[in-house]
T-cell receptor, first 116, second 109 residues
């Protein structure tokens, strides 16, 4: 019954490495999101996408990029990982348009990235 | 600007009732969400309020007062499995979500 799958639960990378975090949803949702979650802070939006090949910057896009080549897959890329990118990364999807009332997010279980 | 605030941690007893508050300041409002997140797991949707009043869903209820910039999540007949973090999120005028830092709820026997 898994609906949003994040490929890696735990990753350990070195500073400067390129990191790929993959997210796949099987609900045919148009909207997909990448958040990071840090202790004491609310979820912060990195990037989002409302359609294939479309991407929009969120609140903290610096140091990240994304790719959405297929509707079901949204990838987060760290071109050159840094220690301040150590965090929990959450992918989410939703079916609602921006004008819908309850635009409920379905989240993946998260990818905990440690950058040494 | 926009701001959303909720207590960092709360403790309650199994079988009791607990109210988790969320206050916010925003220039535009399109609803308020509550999500539950167990440790190490994905957040899951609990409730959505866009009009003032109380919405009840079984043991969980959510209340909204737009004029006061205030919402609460009420959990009744607490069970040990209710130990989790509860995230409040405001949908702003651009339909973007602004998240609170979450309230960690600890249930004691």
């Amino acid at each position: 019954d898994v609906k949003v799958t994040q490929s890696s639960r735990y990753l350990v990378k070195r500073t400067g490495e390129k990191v790929f975090l993959e997210c796949v949803q099987d609900m045919d949702h148009e909207n997909m999101f990448w958040y990071r979650q840090d202790p004491g802070l609310g979820l912060r939006l990195i990037y989002f996408s409302y359609d294939v090949k479309m991407k929009e910057k969120g609140d903290i896009p610096e140091g990240y990029s994304v790719s959405r080549e297929k509707k079901e897959r949204f990838s987060l890329i760290l071109e050159s990982a840094s220690t301040n990118q150590t965090s929990m990364y959450l992918c989410a999807s939703s079916s609602g348009t921006s004008s819908s009332g309850a635009n409920v997010l379905t989240f993946g279980a998260g990818s905990r990235l440690t950058v040494l | 600007g926009q701001n959303i605030d909720q207590p960092t941690e709360m403790t309650a007893t199994e079988g009791a009732i607990v109210q988790i508050n969320c206050t916010y300041q925003t220039s535009g409002f399109n609803g308020l969400f509550w999500y539950q997140q167990h440790a190490g797991e994905a957040p899951t949707f609990l409730s959505y309020n866009v009009l003032d009043g109380l919405e009840e869903k079984g043991r969980f209820s959510s209340f909204l007062s737009r004029s006061k910039g205030y919402s609460y999540l009420l959990l009744k007949e607490l069970q040990m499995k209710d130990s989790a973090s509860y995230l409040c999120a405001l949908m702003d005028s651009n339909y973007q979500l602004i998240w609170g830092a979450g309230t960690k709820l600890i249930i004691k026997p």
